[in-house]
């Protein structure tokens, strides 16, 4: 296949020369600066896929525990019981030492890791939680119940590690 136009086929024109074609132009970069600075772009580009990667890696257990907190029936009697279940195995997962916490201490321990006052459990909330764990007598009504997965979602949000006890 050829780039040059066909000549004209008429016999008035055919004493006409063809101008030809420029050559091509090419579209990467003539000069040195722009090729260091393309190669410092993709330098930077990689590095900060690379942290993207290492963020979405390192949070991969929030979106496991979202999704289990999500697929909890807030009308099962023993929603209370799953609900805490995940919260202390997210928190055994940052502090292992946090395993083995029950009552006051979980609820100190569980408030540590939020930063800000205004996203923690109410206090009576929360003793009410810890006590329908150990009486149905004790159990939550549906509005409590659903105040308690909504805090369990915000804490798995926003939870630092940093906020917590060390081991």
């Avoid at 000549?7 to 970069?29: A, M, N, R």
């Avoid at 979405?56 to 979202?66: D, F, L, P, Q, T």
């Avoid at 100190?108 to 939020?114: D, K, S, W």
């Amino acid at each position: 296949m050829s780039n040059q136009p066909t000549p004209p086929s008429t016999y008035i024109l055919k004493q006409l020369h063809d101008v030809g074609l420029p050559d091509p132009v090419s579209w990467w970069p003539q000069t040195i600066g722009w090729k260091i600075l393309s190669a410092i772009g993709l330098i930077l580009l990689s590095i900060w896929l690379y942290k993207r990667a290492q963020n979405w890696w390192k949070n991969r257990y929030r979106r496991e525990a979202i999704e289990v907190i999500n697929t909890l029936d807030i009308n099962n009697p023993q929603f209370e019981y799953q609900a805490f279940v995940i919260i202390k195995r997210v928190m055994g997962y940052l502090n292992p030492a946090d395993q083995a916490l029950y009552g006051e201490e979980f609820q100190t321990a569980l408030n540590a890791y939020i930063p800000c006052d205004h996203s923690k459990m109410e206090n009576e909330l929360l003793r009410r939680w810890m006590q329908s764990l150990n009486s149905r007598k004790e159990a939550l009504n549906i509005e409590e119940k659903q105040r308690v997965h909504q805090h369990c979602l915000l804490w798995i949000r926003e939870h630092q590690s940093q906020g917590a006890r060390a081991s």
